[in-house]
């Protein structure tokens, strides 16, 4: 009869007792174990640091958010503030202190108050302060929408 060598193979480890080494359960155990308290720390370590990148990134995108909200809404209150005084008591510094807070904010004005501000600046140039008053306070409730929608 005919063997294979794979059956030839099996047969010899058979007859001479089994030459692969017998792994102690306890042992192989304990190596998982070590190697698991070993990496777990690490994974972990690594996993919180990248969600502690993303929230800090998160918080200074919230920061600048801030900051460019406070910012525009000085540059709004600096406007109103100054062409008021022009409109109730035109001299000349209110008229320059307007005159440096006009384009500081139409600079950060949304297009639907530009024409507003800029017919307001072309009437209190000509000296039409009632029609003037009538723009700035539409003007001055469409800023308050504008800034508590954001």
Not at 65 to 86: D, P, S, W
Request: net charge negative; charged share 25%.
């Amino acid at each position: 009869m005919l063997y294979s060598s794979y059956q030839r193979f099996h047969a010899e480890i058979y007859l001479r007792g089994s030459d692969v080494p017998n792994i102690d359960l306890t042992i192989s155990i304990s190596v998982i174990l070590a190697l698991c308290a070993i990496v777990s720390p690490i994974i972990t370590c690594i996993i919180n640091n990248i969600h502690q990148t993303k929230i800090r990134k998160m918080e200074l995108k919230r920061q600048e958010y801030v900051e460019t909200i406070i910012h525009q809404r000085e540059f709004f209150e600096n406007y109103l503030k100054h062409a008021g005084r022009c409109i109730y008591y035109a001299d000349a510094d209110a008229l320059k202190d307007y005159g440096e807070h006009y384009y500081s904010a139409l600079m950060y004005a949304p297009e639907d108050l530009k024409s507003d501000m800029v017919e307001a600046n072309r009437l209190m140039l000509n000296d039409q302060w009632e029609d003037a008053s009538a723009i700035i306070e539409k003007l001055s409730t469409k800023i308050h929408a504008i800034l508590q929608t954001k």
